[in-house]
């Protein structure tokens, strides 16, 4: 059974709009989906749709942990401890990920990549449960402090050599922001961007449809309208594996180098960018139902959070 306060919603997958039937482009990127929803009918659709897969490409070439050469993974396999340049995508989503990391105590932290392979999530891949001794070692090379960015030039170091990042919890939200100004720039004022789940709604009132936890597309809990406003949801029921006849889900806490496993099932955290709902969606739940509310309040996060009855 899943428990909804009163303010809790699940993942925004649904979204809809007033007439005049809008234009969509859809496709893939980062492995997951994309979908641009514009007002009315565009004088170059096919232009526009051309320049968001090349701006998704772009930064699939700077964020993927699955490819060896893109920047992250370049600056992985790196074991120096000077500055090194990256690009300005990178030195941003790095930033927005040290903030975050400083107001959640942690519980947001980038530099868990090693952990995430150990529990089967990322492309180091493993076929069994981390051992405690496994976890610790990995755990001796992560820590958000060890990481510093700068902005301008645009450059991250680490204090450990053997630190690496995984920037996927908030790639998706950057993207969605960043392909949001991307069409706006080409002229279309009204337009909602979904990448993999992050929402970005520009110009117009949207109605985004919100996906109950465990159902099947179309079983929504509520519509919520949005304008110039976006939305994303962290859940632990988007992935799992199964460990030894044990359901895993990928939402690691760096504070112990093991997946949750707490009532939260989902949060989805409201704001004006995509990129700050996606770094602390996550960090809320990690924090669980109580703490994760009460840094929320705190914060003054517009956060929405859903419960499993236990």
């Not at 490409?57 to 893109?70: A, T, V």
Request: contains cysteine; charged residues 20%.
């Amino acid at each position: 059974m899943v428990r909804s306060s009163s303010i809790s919603v699940a993942l925004a997958l649904l979204i809809g709009s007033c007439t005049p039937e809008p234009t969509i482009l859809q496709g893939e990127t980062m492995g997951t989906l994309y979908r641009v929803t514009l007002e009315g009918s565009p004088p170059d659709p096919h232009a526009i749709h051309q320049a968001v897969q090349h701006r998704l490409d772009e930064l699939e070439q700077c964020f993927s942990n699955w490819r060896e050469d893109s920047a992250v993974s370049r600056w992985n396999r790196s074991r120096s401890t000077d500055f090194q340049p990256v690009p300005r995508e990178i030195a941003e989503v790095v930033t927005m990920a040290l903030q975050a990391a400083r107001d959640t105590d942690g519980a947001l932290d980038v530099t868990i990549a090693p952990l995430i392979d150990l529990w089967g999530f990322g492309p180091g891949k493993h076929d069994h449960p981390p051992t405690n001794e496994e976890i610790s070692a990995a755990r001796a090379h992560c820590g958000w402090p060890k990481l510093t960015v700068q902005l301008d030039p645009p450059m991250l170091r680490k204090s450990d050599p053997m630190l690496t990042i995984n920037l996927s919890t908030l790639v998706e939200g950057y993207a969605s922001d960043s392909i949001a100004e991307l069409v706006q720039s080409m002229g279309c004022d009204d337009v909602l961007v979904d990448v993999g789940g992050a929402i970005t709604a520009r110009g117009k009132t949207w109605n985004v449809g919100v996906q109950t936890p465990y159902e099947s597309p179309g079983q929504s809990l509520s519509a919520v309208p949005l304008r110039n406003e976006s939305v994303t949801t962290a859940g632990t029921y988007r992935k799992r594996i199964e460990h030894e006849g044990r359901q895993v889900s990928h939402i690691i806490d760096p504070r112990t180098g093991e997946p949750i496993d707490h009532s939260l099932v989902s949060v989805s955290v409201f704001a004006s960018r995509a990129v700050f709902a996606d770094a602390y969606d996550t960090a809320l739940l990690v924090l669980g139902p109580d703490r994760g509310r009460e840094l929320a309040q705190k914060l003054r996060i517009k956060a929405m959070f859903i419960e499993e009855a236990k």
